[in-house]
């Protein structure tokens, strides 16, 4: 959604709840000056009349509506009054009023050639001839609805694997540590074994003295305990050269995954797969894998010794392993679906408990708070009923395999007394607990496999290190979508924008004009890291900060951090929460002007600063990049009026592209937007004069 829609959406969200007290934060910052103006007289002044309205804006055409006006600097309210009262006070307001008359001022000429008319929309294709490029009215295109685009994809499960297969992959990425983890774990089942073989043999034969008896049983021993050490050794290096290679894969397919998947996964499904499935693939797998070979080891001893003695005892293991097979392909389906879908249940509750956090002041505001924890509470019992049936699997499991363990020594009591007690039941549970502990490594195996962007560096195709020398663009048939099963936002583009050359782009909210620049760019919602000022406005380190200081001058912000106690290194925290949002658009100019590319795009960049600021960022922006190209994204109307070329998009289509002078000439589309904006401030200006007239009287 654009961020004009956001704001509507909120808007109408507010205005339905039908509270006593309403704070709107710059709500016309998004959109164009005709909605702006709809939206102000439709909710503010009719919807909300009867209602105490609190409206904080950058825009002043709308304030000789309002009954009283706080004018505020610095964190601090320094004016105070009716609209007229403070026009007379000739302070900080007057200034403001004065800044957006000018701009209005420049649009009076512009418009005397314009029918008042609603800008008409969208048109079809266009033909290259020295007029400019107008919609015809004929080629109204019928707008029908279609059934809206589901971004967020819901989580995968796979529904068959090969378990084996999973294991096999989990073994190859360790060969080495993998090979000597085996052969420890046999060595130390023979070695233990042997041990008791040993004072089995030894105790029967009177030709062997009880030095030597418990001498050699000593020996074996400590040598038997130093296998167990060194397997638990192999072990550990097994997780590590295991955990160490998935992370890797898996970090690095996250970060050189498109920007689609970041849209259509929720960042509760990747802290998932980052953090439960990642602990179970570093602790439980690799002494899983330990266990159950030991037991295994353990059990092919103890079938031996006991075969040595008496043959009959492999019909019990013959019995056994039937009866194993047999709960095991029972048990298994299950304890995998299970284990799957509880790797789906988890993401649902981190998203939703992430999500809950960033708008629990919205939630509070609305009285939502009893419904979203009731929510939550739904996610967690949803969790919970899966992990209570996973256990319980778990314990049909432990009960008939220990029930097939009392069979079985029940029945090779009557064949050899001296059955150790408990190794089917180990190798048994133990196998099983291996199968279940395999569906984490195909969950993070999924996330190691998403298609990558495309590579940064093509050495066969590099341009040179002073690309772009010149800055021009060409749009040859663009045309973009959010997702490969999404309508197109932009359809079939073609332009050409020379090197140097200042572009407006206007239109609708709605009309999809958010053009993209892969050199610098200052977006309509601005992005600061947690760190310092230095680092938000230099990440590499690359300038000095003298260079950072004239910066943060020709963007408005050096009396603002010199007055700060640590200056450059004072701390911006997540998402720059401790900075206006005009402040952090000022932090990405100072990016810029750090750079200086030749190409610059501006995405509504002035939107959230006032008619003043945005004269002086505008002039600064003339002044510094003079020679570069750059395309100017804005609601703005008067923004865009000194361009070399206005580009004007409806509904994805591009309908005018021309010099601004020849557009104004003619009953266009621009030339009915520059009407639209200067009839609304126009007439909010002619009732401040009014009221300043009626005062002197």
């Known amino acids: 959604m654009s961020g004009g829609q956001k704001q509507r959406i909120q808007l109408a969200r507010a205005v339905y709840s039908d509270a006593d007290i309403y704070v709107l934060d710059d709500p016309f910052s998004s959109v164009d000056a005709h909605t702006a103006g709809t939206l102000f007289n439709d909710c503010v002044m009719t919807a909300l009349k009867n209602k105490t309205v609190i409206l904080v ?63 008409a929309g969208r048109g079809n294709e266009l033909e290259e001839t ?53 052969n420890i774990i046999a060595q130390a089942g023979f070695v233990a074994s042997a041990a008791s073989y040993w004072l089995a043999v030894a105790i029967k034969s009177p030709k062997i003295s009880n030095i030597m008896v418990i001498g050699i049983y000593t020996s074996v021993s400590l040598l038997s305990t130093l ?120 993401a649902p509750v981190m998203n939703y408990a992430t999500e809950t956090s960033l708008g629990v002041a919205t939630i509070r505001a609305f009285g939502e708070v009893d419904r979203f924890f009731k929510n939550y509470l739904t996610l967690v019992g949803a969790d919970a009923k899966v992990f209570l049936f996973s256990n319980g699997a778990m314990e049909w499991l432990v009960l008939r395999t220990e029930a097939l363990q009392n069979i079985t020594l029940f029945i090779a009591a009557f064949l050899l007394v001296s059955i150790p007690k408990g190794h089917v039941s180990i ?15 195909e969950r993070i195996k999924q996330f190691m496999h998403i298609p ?62 958010d053009l993209r620049s892969k050199l610098s760019i200052i977006p309509q919602e601005p992005t600061l890291f947690k760190g310092s000022v230095r680092t938000n406005l230099d990440p590499l380190g690359l300038y000095s900060d003298d260079k950072i200081w004239k910066a943060l001058e020709k963007c408005q912000l050096k009396d603002t951090i010199s007055i700060l106690p640590n200056l450059l290194d004072s701390s911006v925290s997540d998402e720059g929460e401790n900075w206006s949002m005009g402040q952090r658009q000022l932090f990405c100019l100072g990016r810029v002007l750090l750079r200086r590319n030749r190409i610059l795009v501006l995405d509504e960049a002035t939107a959230s600063i006032d008619s003043a600021t945005d004269a002086i ?66 007439r909010s200006s002619l009732q401040s004069s009014l009221q300043k007239l009626d005062t002197y009287h």
């Open 617 to 682: 960022l505008q002039r600064i922006i003339r002044g510094e990049f003079s020679n570069c190209t750059v395309i100017t994204v804005a609601h703005r109307v008067p923004t865009v009026l000194d361009s070399d070329m206005v580009m004007v998009l409806s509904f994805g289509e591009l309908v005018e592209y021309d010099q601004p002078s020849r557009l104004m000439q003619t009953n266009s589309s621009f030339a009915k937007l520059v009407a639209e904006y200067w009839s609304s401030s126009r």
């Open 227 to 346: 296998f167990e050490y060194l397997r638990s050794i192999f072990a550990a290096l097994l997780g590590l050269k295991e955990s160490k290679a998935f992370f890797s894969g898996f970090t690095n397919s996250i970060f050189n995954a498109p920007m689609l998947f970041f849209d259509s996964t929720p960042v509760g499904r990747i802290l998932t797969r980052a953090s439960s499935d990642l602990s179970v693939l570093d602790y439980d797998i690799p002494f899983s894998y330990a266990f159950v070979m030991a037991a295994g080891m353990e059990l092919l001893a103890t079938i031996g010794i006991m075969a040595s003695v008496t043959w009959q005892v492999l019909l019990v293991g013959i019995i056994a392993t039937v009866g194993s097979k047999f709960v095991q392909e029972h048990y298994q389906p299950s304890a995998q679906e299970l284990m799957r879908i509880n790797g789906t249940t988890k």
């Open 452 to 513: 990558p962007e495309p590579p940064a560096i093509v050495e066969d195709n590099r341009p040179p290190s002073t690309w772009p020398t010149k800055g021009r663009i060409d749009f040859l048939d663009l045309k973009i979508k959010y997702s490969p099963n999404a309508p197109l936002v932009l359809k079939g583009i073609t332009c050409s924008v020379l090197e140097g050359t200042k572009v407006g782009v206007v239109g609708r909210i709605g009309s999809l004009k």
């Open 427 to 441: 190798g048994l549970v133990g196998l099983s607990l291996s199968y279940a502990l395999a569906l984490t490594t």
């Open 130 to 182: 020295d007029k400019p490029y107008i919609v015809r009215e004929d080629s109204q295109k019928e707008v029908t609805s279609k059934p809206g685009i589901q971004l967020t994809q819901e989580e995968e499960k796979e529904t068959e694997s090969a378990v084996w297969k999973i294991f096999l992959g989990y073994v190859v990425i360790s060969e080495g540590p993998l090979f000597l983890c085996c």
């Open 57 to 119: 804006t950058h825009q002043v055409e709308f304030l000789s509506e309002v009954d009283q006006i706080l004018v505020m600097q610095g964190g601090q309210i320094t004016q105070s009054g009716s609209y007229n009262e403070l026009l007379m006070s000739g302070m900080d307001f007057e200034q403001l009023v004065n800044a957006h008359r000018d701009a209005v001022a420049g649009l009076d000429p512009l418009t005397d050639k314009v029918e008042h008319e609603p800008y």
